[in-house]
């Protein structure tokens, strides 16, 4: 069926894609609006893929013709929550001295990291661009002369509330299915309202739900096989959706039987996995993991699965594995076949039935947003060869409206109409263009190629990518197996991706916190306001983050903040609610991005209390699940620390206290609460002084990281 999917929610200004499921090529696709809000005068483009930008909040009925029939599209506009923000950077701040400065272009995920696409006028002694933002924090990139080796951040806060939070449950009570969303208003938000919406892919009719606040009632007898039901909190902005799916026997459903209403069952698909939720992840680099005088392969990482194992890994993310001329793999030029210096498709099974053997899951590095301009079908594509013609973004020639040719932003002289669409600097990894049904198809056919063999997708440059493809690779994925594992790349983390789309984020505000608490520029506390932006951002409850401190993207931790760091900064990943990550050698003491893993000569200390962190938290459960509450101290001998911070984990059947120390000396940390004196990590006593009670607190040595019991 080319049904487009769920109901879409955004706001006024928003351009929203839509487009049919399963798409056929061949196909003849048509959309209209068959109803919008009175003052709108929005339309809709031709061909199969559009894209609708709400003028006024209210509701847009659209529907797609397709070859198996009409199909129903809701779209939910809200008011638009963007203001006229300035970015500004003071010449004196560039990287170049003003008389070589010839342009300044702002790039972000305001403009999709495009380079040259917004430049910056200049006013005096800066450079200014102005952009209608949302409430929050945003970061640009000044990029001098169009080099990213010249660039500057700026940063602008837009004042106003964060998002609102809603979680549905559902359960049936007597013979009455009874939705119920729970509602949470935004930090400096008004109490939110709920809005629930069924979905226009089912069969059961509007005139069967009742609607009263924050409850919907639908008899049993009228539910159809399956029905999925959505809601949105709505203040000042709207939240992340949330549904809920309801589904009841095929012959009840047809006959309107009630006699046995608990054959309904209720499914939450916005939920990751069980064995996600808290599962220790572990990525490797693949061809700098097996050593230095060896060529890393499929069958070389299998007979290093014992030290995984001694690790207690529960999920393994290999960087890409499939044909490409690059040692990193995201520049692909065969997306169904393995990379041949790593080893066949019958040994990339066969390490993977061994990490599964092992109790270790595999997730499969997707790279979906563009391909190598190697791949044939870019080489067909920029030769005008005509079935290849729409399967890459062309962008004009002069995207700022400045006379400036966009093949100037750039050193490679690109062949056809315009220019290839690319992020960054990427020059060599040309974007796909999903606007065309023969990429889309294309690529779905790589997620059943690889969805089978693995247990999950980290999905290369998530944001560059439609959310509504997204939606139906969940779809897709989960309907085959509902444990499979879906993690975005979205940098910075936006909680519109866990919309019906992925499990997991990249907790890029954690990931900066630690950053700027290691090299010295944050106080150890400021990881508080870390882990309160994910409220303030309106991640669901559901949502699930990835904690880490480096990435094959990023510089080392080591390297940027030091060793005295990074036990602390690793500790506080271990410690804190989500899902845990190592990167290949962080545990080793590797110190360059992608350098070769250090197995003879590696950090051996380091190693050890990495396992130690892994090893206890599988073994204590508060330490998964248990609620983060600050915990008062004081270093008597250090009265204005700023290096030292605690917390405390508790689930109200056990409760734990971390203390965690940056600084390169140990610290006498006095904590304001009873708690035992053996570190949970070590086994050793850390009292101070021979006892570490006093009164109403407990002192204790803390060279990095101690893990306490308490007794409060």
């Not at 990427?426 to 049904?437: A, E, G, V």
Request: glycine share 8%; aromatic share 8%; hydrophobic share 35%.
């Amino acid at each position: 069926m080319h049904e487009p999917g769920p109901p879409r929610f955004a706001h006024v200004g928003e351009s929203v894609e839509l487009a049919p499921r399963r798409p056929d090529a061949d196909g003849r696709f048509s959309w209209r609006v068959r109803d919008r809000p009175d003052d709108s005068d929005v339309t809709v483009g031709d061909g199969a893929v559009v894209h609708l930008e709400p003028d006024v909040p209210g509701v847009y009925a659209l529907e797609l013709d397709a070859p198996d029939g009409t199909h129903r599209q809701i779209l939910r506009a809200f008011p638009d929550p963007r203001r006229a923000v300035e970015f500004r950077a003071p010449i004196a701040d560039l990287p170049l001295p003003a008389e070589e400065i010839t342009c300044v272009s702002l790039t972000g995920p305001f403009n999709e990291y495009t380079l040259g696409r917004d430049r910056m006028g200049r006013e005096g002694d800066s450079y200014v661009a102005e952009f209608d933002l949302p409430p929050g924090d945003h970061e640009g990139i000044c990029v001098v002369n169009d080099d990213f080796e010249h660039s500057h951040t700026v940063e602008v806060s837009v004042p106003g509330p964060g998002r609102p939070r809603v979680h549905l449950d559902a359960s049936v009570e007597g013979e009455t299915l009874v939705v119920t969303a729970s509602a949470e208003a935004a930090p400096d938000g008004s109490d939110p309202d709920v809005e629930f919406w069924l979905d226009d892919r089912d069969e059961l009719a509007e005139s069967a739900a009742t609607r009263d606040g924050s409850e919907l009632r639908v008899p049993v007898a009228d539910l159809p096989e399956r029905a999925r039901v959505h809601a949105v909190a709505v203040a000042e902005r709207h939240s992340v959706a949330d549904t809920v799916v309801v589904e009841r026997p095929a012959d009840a459903a047809e006959t309107g039987d009630t006699r046995d209403s608990t054959d309904v069952t209720v499914s939450r698909p916005n939920d990751p996995p069980e064995w996600a939720r808290h599962a220790t992840v572990y990525q490797i680099f693949v061809r700098r993991f097996a050593g230095e005088m060896v060529e890393t392969t499929f069958e070389e990482i299998e007979r290093r699965v014992p030290y995984l194992e001694s690790l207690d890994v529960d999920c393994l993310w290999l960087t890409p594995v499939v044909e490409s001329p690059t040692d990193h793999g995201y520049h692909v030029t065969d997306y169904f076949d393995t990379a041949t210096d790593l080893g066949t498709r019958e040994e990339f099974e066969s390490l993977v039935e061994r990490l599964r053997e092992a109790g270790i899951r595999v997730v499969f590095d997707l790279v979906v947003n563009h391909t190598s301009r190697d791949h044939p079908a870019f080489q067909m594509h920029s030769a005008d060869v005509p079935e290849y013609a729409d399967h890459y973004e062309r962008v004009p020639a002069d995207p700022a409206g400045t006379d400036r040719d966009a093949t100037d932003t750039d050193d490679v002289d690109w062949a056809g109409e315009g220019a290839p669409g690319y992020y960054f600097n990427w020059t060599r990894i040309p974007n796909l263009d999903y606007d065309s049904l023969a990429v889309r198809s294309w690529m779905l056919d790589v997620v059943d190629e690889w969805a089978p063999l693995v247990d999950g997708f980290r999905a290369d440059v998530a944001w560059g990518v439609p959310h509504g493809f997204w939606k139906e690779v969940r779809d897709r994925v989960k309907s085959e197996d509902s444990e499979f594992f879906l993690l975005d790349e979205t940098i910075p983390r936006d909680p519109q991706f866990h919309e019906n789309e992925f499990d997991a984020h990249y907790d890029t505000a954690l990931y900066g916190a630690l950053r700027d608490i290691g090299s010295g520029e944050a106080p150890a506390d400021a990881l508080f306001d870390a882990l309160e932006a994910n409220r303030r951002e309106g991640f669901p409850e559901s949502s699930l983050l990835l904690r880490y401190v480096e990435n094959h993207d990023e510089t080392r931790y080591l390297e940027a903040c030091g060793r005295a760091a990074l036990p602390a900064a690793a500790a506080a990943t271990f410690t804190l609610p989500g899902a845990p990550m190592m990167y290949y050698g962080q545990e080793r003491g590797v110190a360059e991005q992608r350098g070769e893993m250090k197995w003879y000569d590696g950090d051996s200390a380091l190693t050890a209390f990495h396992r130690r962190l892994s090893r206890l938290r599988g073994e204590r459960s508060v330490l998964r699940t248990g609620d983060v509450e600050r915990v008062e101290w004081e270093c008597p001998d250090r009265p204005n620390d700023d290096r030292t911070v605690a917390y405390a984990r508790d689930d109200g059947d056990s409760r734990v206290v971390v203390v965690l120390n940056f600084g390169e000396e140990s610290r006498e940390v006095a904590v304001g609460e009873i708690a035992g004196e053996t570190d949970l990590l070590t086994g050793a006593s850390v009292a101070v002084g021979g006892s570490a009670e006093t009164g109403d607190g407990t002192t204790v040595e803390v060279a990095d990281a101690v893990v306490l019991e308490s007794e409060g």
